[in-house]
C-alpha cells in the first residue's frame, strides 16, 4: 500500500521489494562471478541457483504488484496492460506477471494432460520474450533488461512507473 503526497509516492512495500532484491542481486552477483570462473556451472548447480533467485524476485514483485492494486480497485487484467512497454504486444509488467506465474506453476505443468488457460497464456507470454527451453526466467530478465549483466534491482524503475500509472488510472476511474 502506497501514500501519495502531492507527487510524491510513500510506498513502504516498495521500500521492502527493493530491499529484497538487492539482496537477491547480491547472491545473484557471486553466482554469475563463479558461473564465469568455472568450466561446467551446470554440475555445480549455479545456473540453477541463479534461476531460483530469479523466480523468488519476480515472485516477490507480482506480490508488490498485487498489493498495490488491492487499494486502486483496478482490474488485475487491465492494470497489467498499464505502464512501460517492453514490446509493442506486452509491457514490463504483464511480462513480470508471467514470469511468476511461470516460476510458481511451471512443475505443475508438465505432467498436465490438458493445458488451462493459466499455464497457455503463461507460456505464451515467456515464449514470446525469449524462446528458449533453458533458463526461461534468466532469459526473460536479460531481454527485458536488454542486457547480460542482469539484476532484479534494474526493474524498479519500471515497477515505479507502472505504480504511477495505475494511481493515474485509478484517480481518472473513482
Known amino acids: 500500500m502506497f ?46 541457483r541463479g534461476e531460483y533467485l530469479i523466480g523468488v524476485g519476480f515472485s516477490a514483485m507480482q506480490q508488490y504488484m498485487t498489493e498495490t492494486l488491492s487499494m486502486t480497485g483496478l482490474n488485475k487484467n487491465h492494470a497489467l496492460d498499464i505502464g512501460p512497454k517492453h514490446n509493442k504486444e506486452s ?34 507470454k515467456i515464449m514470446g520474450v525469449t524462446n528458449t527451453n533453458m533458463y526461461q526466467l534468466s532469459n526473460v530478465l536479460a531481454e527485458l533488461l536488454g542486457t547480460s549483466e542482469i539484476t532484479l534491482s534494474a526493474l524498479l524503475p519500471s515497477l515505479a512507473l507502472w505504480r504511477s500509472d495505475v494511481d493515474n488510472h485509478s484517480q481518472k476511474h473513482h
Not at 503526497?5 to 530491499?19: G, R, T
Not at 509491457?91 to 508438465?110: F, G, L, P
Request: glycine share 2%.
Open 3 to 48: 501514500l501519495k503526497a502531492d507527487e510524491e509516492f510513500i510506498d513502504y512495500n516498495f521500500q521492502l521489494l527493493s530491499s529484497l532484491l538487492k539482496k537477491l542481486d547480491d547472491e545473484l552477483t557471486d553466482i554469475n562471478r563463479l558461473i564465469l570462473s568455472i568450466d561446467d556451472p551446470e554440475s555445480y548447480g549455479l545456473t540453477d
Open 91 to 124: 509491457t514490463v509488467i504483464s511480462i513480470v506477471n508471467a514470469a511468476a506465474n511461470w516460476w510458481k506453476h511451471s512443475a505443475e505443468w508438465a505432467n498436465q494432460s490438458e493445458i488451462s488457460n493459466l499455464s497457455r497464456r503463461t507460456q505464451a
